[in-house]
């Protein structure tokens, strides 16, 4: 695949994502209209089941919309083969998740050469992990990391591949707020020193304060996009 080079990491129009059929049909997205400009940091907001983590999903390529359009600066998504969903994944995106599925049986600096193994032109694993600040615990495990630190190995993990966007479902969704605020902050220095667009799917709304752009999503729908003209630094935002 090759991208367009145009001023949108993202565009979708009418995106919409059924689950069954019939009565009984669960109407996750309900026709999504969206563009996201390269190199923000998005936060999506909204209740469990208002369709933010869905959208997330057909985005990154690990699901597929019902109907509508979803483009990847400017490749359609929707319409690509199996095959070519893996390789946009590989070359283009890295994952955040709440869990950090880390292997309990390799070190920080191992987990990371994960994918650095499969990557066109990563970072090395070192450097990777000094930017979200673990250059000192490379070589321990993660029964020996704090839950932080054990999400921080994922997202250097993440972007070792360099990625052109980051996605991040509920990336402190199992750490208290202090930890919480410093992971935050890991993504926000991402988002600036790699110029990778960030995507935050999360229900704290106070998270809204440090992102270019907030998502607001309602019953499969975005009921507003506000725009943060000054993002707040991650480590003053209230929990």
């Known amino acids: 695949m090759t991208p367009a080079s145009d001023g949108a990491a993202f565009a979708t129009q009418g995106l919409t994502k059924t689950y069954g059929a019939g009565p009984a049909a669960v109407h996750a997205l309900r026709g999504v209209?969206?563009?996201?400009?390269?190199?923000?940091?998005v936060v999506l907001l909204g209740p469990s089941g208002s369709g933010k983590s869905t959208l997330l999903n057909i985005l990154g390529g690990l699901d597929r919309a019902t109907a509508g359009s979803a483009r990847f600066?400017?490749?359609?998504?929707t319409t690509m083969s199996d095959a070519a969903l893996t390789r946009y994944r590989r070359h283009h995106v890295g994952f955040v998740f709440q869990f950090y599925n880390l292997m309990p049986s390799?070190?920080?600096?191992?987990?990371?050469?994960l994918v650095t193994?499969?990557?066109?032109?990563?970072?090395?694993?070192?450097?990777a992990l000094a930017?979200?600040?673990?250059?000192?615990?490379?070589?321990h495990?993660?029964?020996?990391?704090?839950?932080?630190?054990q999400q921080r190995v994922a997202i250097a993990r993440a972007v070792a591949k360099r990625p052109e966007v980051l996605f991040c479902d509920e990336p402190t969704g199992a750490l208290d707020s202090t930890t919480g605020r410093a992971v935050l902050r890991v993504l926000q220095d991402v988002n600036r020193e790699t110029g990778a667009?960030?995507?935050?799917?999360?229900?704290?709304?106070?998270?809204a304060a440090m992102a270019h752009r907030v998502i607001h999503f309602a019953d499969g729908r975005i009921r507003e996009v506000a725009v943060n003209a000054a993002p707040a630094p991650a480590e003053t935002i209230e929990w």
């Open 73 to 77: 600066r400017g490749a359609e998504l």
């Open 141 to 149: 495990f993660p029964a020996q990391l704090s839950g932080g630190e």
């Open 131 to 139: 930017l979200v600040g673990l250059e000192s615990r490379l070589d």
């Open 197 to 207: 667009t960030v995507m935050i799917v999360t229900h704290a709304a106070a998270t």
């Open 106 to 113: 390799l070190t920080a600096r191992e987990n990371v050469e």
């Open 117 to 127: 193994e499969i990557a066109d032109d990563p970072l090395d694993p070192a450097e």
């Open 33 to 41: 209209d969206l563009d996201v400009p390269r190199g923000e940091m």
